[in-house]
């Protein structure tokens, strides 16, 4: 089952070409797997899906609306009164409600303001708000701010997914440097190994003394517990690595013991940091709330208005409608009226609005001077980390050449192994110094693209 795992992990980074391939994983397939399978990155997914709906609903309150009722009393073998009403009511973008409806009224004693014509009566007509609700009310500005936590989300998930990416990144270059860590400290056991048989040999045949043994001994075994701490860290990193790796959210990977990442290089900068601070998506997101904010402040603003809501009505018995002979001197209108006093609830709350545009003004000038800062630092450690990754490669060049030289001392006499385990020391210190500052700029190439918003794209 583990093997089946593995199979379509690797099928579907798409490097499984050949056996070769097999064997290493690299950067790019990696963060590609993770973007596509990761659980938080399905539910930034389905936060979109969620916010789609969300706009589906806000537009079923434009939905027609059928409506109808009767009532009706029948005592003593009389019909008291039967009224029956029913019609369809259609809400519209520009806040004009229109209905149309019929009655069909009849009875003994049935209230002289219910009396129609015997065939029943007909009516079309329409509301509309001369104030509060002309320019906008609470459905128009529902639908409005629904459409934009829409864009919210789609922004929300390219912050998610380079978020994780950025932390799944620096997972996979930490395993990495772990592990060519580990490359070169077997590198370094295998000298000592070599030079302990060299010894031993020697100390044999009487060439050497037994004191030369026990120091190149001692040197073997310090570096083989180099090699088993080196292999402690690269298993836990690969481990760590092993924790973003899903099938569709749902199902856990896991690595062959035989599956290594890519070789550790040295990044260089690149142009990257051409590119301005408004593509950053956290600003596109803060452009998004003000947009809501604004949205919701002019329906604050309408509710300072008096409330006038307007209805005319034109009544046409049925028989009319059939034969298309309207009379338009039957009709019924009417007004209602609101309006609060002093306002107190509508002002607080406009200003409250105005306020929170304030606030969130102040927010985006203050995170795009953040982005703006972080950018140029990480640029500048960027750049000191490829200067230092280079004076360590120079740094180990120079210690691997005196170590050969002084091992060609020593085999003609004039040199101590103590000198040698030194330089061999200075050696791989500064190959591991190296290998160190070429993780950091690594992690300073992934560093930028977060700090500009664009590994989640």
């Known amino acids: 089952m583990k093997k089946l795992l593995i199979l379509i992990f690797l099928v579907s980074l798409g490097i499984a070409h050949s056996q070769d391939t097999l064997s290493v994983l690299t950067q790019k397939d990696f963060l590609q797997h993770v973007k596509e399978n990761h659980p938080i990155a ?43 009403s029913s019609g369809v009511k259609i809400p519209t973008r520009i806040g004009v409600d229109l209905k149309i409806a019929g009655d069909f009224n009849k009875g003994d004693y049935l209230n002289p303001e219910n009396r129609i014509p015997a065939g029943g009566l007909t009516y079309a007509g329409f509301e509309v708000p001369i104030g509060r609700g002309l320019f906008t009310d609470e459905r128009r500005t529902q639908l409005k701010r629904a459409q934009v936590i829409y864009s919210q989300s789609q922004v929300e998930k390219t912050l998610t997914l380079n978020g994780l990416l950025y932390e799944a990144g620096q997972v996979f270059i930490y395993w990495q440097e772990q592990e060519a860590q580990l490359i070169l400290a077997i590198e370094g056991a295998n000298i000592a190994e070599m030079r302990l048989q060299q010894m031993r040999t020697n100390f044999q045949v009487g060439e050497r003394a037994a004191v030369d043994t026990i120091e ?5 075994f310090n570096r083989i ?19 973003y790796l899903w099938e569709k959210g749902m199902l856990p990977l896991s690595l062959e013991e035989s599956i290594k990442p890519e070789k550790l290089e040295m990044e260089a900068p690149i142009s990257l940091l051409n ?9 596109t997101w803060y452009d998004l709330k003000l947009k809501d904010l604004v949205i919701e402040r002019k329906l604050k603003i309408e509710m300072l208005k008096p409330q006038l809501t307007v209805n005319y009505n034109l009544l046409q018995p049925a028989e009319n409608l059939v034969s298309t002979q309207l009379s338009f001197s039957n009709y019924k209108w009417g007004a209602t009226l609101y309006m609060p006093i002093l306002l107190r609830k509508e002002r607080s709350s406009l200003q409250i609005s105005n306020f929170k545009i304030e606030n969130t003004q102040i927010e985006l000038q203050q995170k795009q001077r953040d982005l ?46 103590f000198l040698i385990n030194a330089r061999e020391i200075s050696y791989l210190s500064a190959q591991s110094k190296y290998l160190e500052y070429a993780a950091k700029t690594k992690k300073s190439a992934l560093t930028e693209k977060f700090a500009l918003g664009i590994l989640g794209e």
Request: net charge neutral.
């Open 372 to 417: 703006r800062t972080k950018q140029i630092q990480n640029r500048n450690e960027w750049t000191t980390h490829v200067n230092q990754a280079q004076t360590s490669l120079l740094v180990a060049d120079n210690y691997k050449q005196l170590s050969a030289a002084e091992r060609s001392l020593f085999d003609l006499g004039e040199s101590s192994l």
């Open 42 to 84: 399905l539910v930034a997914t389905n936060n979109i899906e969620l916010a789609e709906q969300t706009i589906r609903m806000s537009k079923g309150a434009f939905d027609p609306v059928l409506f109808g009722g009767i009532d009706q009393k029948y005592y003593e073998g009389k019909t008291y009164y039967s009224t029956i």
């Open 225 to 243: 517990l180099d090699v088993e701490q080196r292999k402690l860290n690269a298993k836990n990193a690969k481990l760590s690595v092993e924790n």
């Open 216 to 220: 190149a001994s001692a040197q073997y």
């Open 275 to 283: 590119n301005t601070e408004n593509q950053h998506p956290m600003l």
